[in-house]
């Protein structure tokens, strides 16, 4: 039986980023990571490490355990969030264009290595239980402006319906090209007419095939 990981390597696993899986932490305990299975180095510049399927499994079980008191929860701006529109005004920018752009990276990467031919052009498990996040990612990494509370952009909410996201942008090309993006990014959409409002809006789910 796999030994499991000491605290100090939990510490680096529960901290690793919610969306992409990305790892902070010393050389020492990101090798000793990639050792065991639970992380891996990326091949491409900056050489970010990130969690594996194992890795990630190892995360939600510590996630849904009971946390001691004497635990502090994490900082909040220390964690990665992709903007699902109607957030409070945030800081924009390079650092923040570098986040969501590895972000991005990190979760093609999780599809390569969960997807069962390797595929990375349509989402993977982890997307499917975080639609609205997902969906959300996709949209930012493409550059489109999430709604603000003086601004106008994308929109992404829950809806009843399994595996489907509602997304509003502005009507017409806006919408349309949230659309193309996410048809791009392995989602399936079809655009309606909510009845009473007569607001357009998409209703997309992760492809399958």
Known sequence: MTRPPTAAQRRVIDAADPVSGRLRGTETQLAALVRRGLAFRHPRPPHDHFLTPAGHRIREE??????PP????AEPDRVFAARVG???AAADGPARAREVHSA???????RRMTNPDGATDRPCGWERKHLVRAAA??????????EGPTTTGYRVRATPQPEAVAVYAPAGEPLRACAATLERAG????EYTEPRTRTRYLLASPRRV
Not at 70 to 73: H, N
Not at 104 to 110: A, F, P, S
Not at 187 to 190: A, I, L, N
């Open 187 to 190: 989602w399936q959409t079809g």
């Open 104 to 110: 991005w990276q990190g979760l093609l990467e999780l």
């Open 86 to 88: 109607g957030e409070e």
């Open 62 to 67: 510590e996630t849904a355990a009971p946390q």
């Open 70 to 73: 004497a635990m502090a929860p």
């Open 137 to 146: 990612l996709a949209l930012e990494a493409a550059g489109h402006p999430p």
